[in-house]
Each structure stands twice: as structure tokens, then as C-alpha cells.
């Protein structure tokens, strides 16, 4: 069993940055896939980024690619997600999830069984 919880979400104006945290509790963490997914308002759940259990492969959707990175500290049971450049389209509710996975992490919603609650992040424009 897996627990996690998102934070660093927030407000900030187009071009700023933000960065997203997620902690999980759990012994299984190091074995997991960890991907970021977000929903914008009205719209369904779309993939942001995913890294595999030991980090050294990520994958990101075309939207984000060389704006945001996503991460993973092993030892700390944490996945970050640094977003810079943010523009009015990345206004959404942000969700980690995780899946124990030694392989590719998956890059949808439906291969992921752990999730977090979300954080709201709104670009201004």
C-alpha cells in the first residue's frame, strides 16, 4: 500500500515557476512508477510526466516537454515535478500517482493504482 500526498501547488503568473512535491508512505516506493497527471477545469485527466522506479528514465507529454522535469528521491520517498515557463493552459489540478512497476513507467491513468488527492495550480495570464 502506497499513501501520497501532493503539495507545492499555488497561483502564479504566465512565465513563472512552480514546483510539485509528492511524498508517499509505503515500503513499496522504490519499486514504483511515479507519473504526474493533471485535470484541466471541464476537461479529463490527461499524462504530464512519468519516471520509472529507479529514475534514470522519464517520459513527458509533447504539451510540457522542456518546461517541466519530473524527479525522484528513493531515499526520501519523494517525486517532484519542476515546472518552469508556465503558461494559462497548464491551470489544473495536479495528481501524483504511483504503480509498482520495475519495467517503463506507464503513461496512463488506468495503469496507475495509487493516487493522491491533488493540488490546484492556476496560471494567470
Known amino acids: 500500500q502506497v499513501q501520497l500526498v501532493e503539495s507545492g501547488g499555488g497561483l502564479v503568473q504566465a512565465g513563472g515557476s512552480l514546483r510539485l512535491s509528492c511524498a508517499a508512505s509505503?515500503?513499496?516506493?522504490?519499486?514504483?512508477?511515479m507519473g504526474w497527471f493533471r485535470q484541466p477545469p471541464g476537461k479529463e485527466r490527461e499524462f504530464i510526466a512519468a519516471?520509472?522506479?529507479?529514475?534514470?528514465?522519464?517520459s513527458y507529454a509533447d504539451s510540457v516537454k522542456g518546461r517541466f522535469t519530473i524527479s525522484r528521491d528513493n531515499a526520501e520517498n519523494t517525486v517532484s515535478l519542476q515546472m518552469n515557463s508556465l503558461k494559462p493552459e497548464d491551470t489544473a489540478i495536479y495528481y501524483c500517482?504511483?504503480?509498482?512497476?520495475?519495467?517503463?513507467?506507464?503513461?496512463?491513468?488506468?495503469?496507475?493504482?495509487?493516487w493522491g488527492q491533488g493540488t490546484q495550480v492556476t496560471v494567470s495570464s
Open positions: 509505503g515500503r513499496t516506493f522504490s519499486s514504483c512508477a
Open positions: 500517482a504511483g504503480q509498482v512497476n520495475l519495467g517503463v513507467a506507464p503513461t496512463t491513468h488506468n495503469e496507475y493504482h495509487y
Open positions: 519516471i520509472n522506479w529507479s529514475g534514470y528514465r522519464t
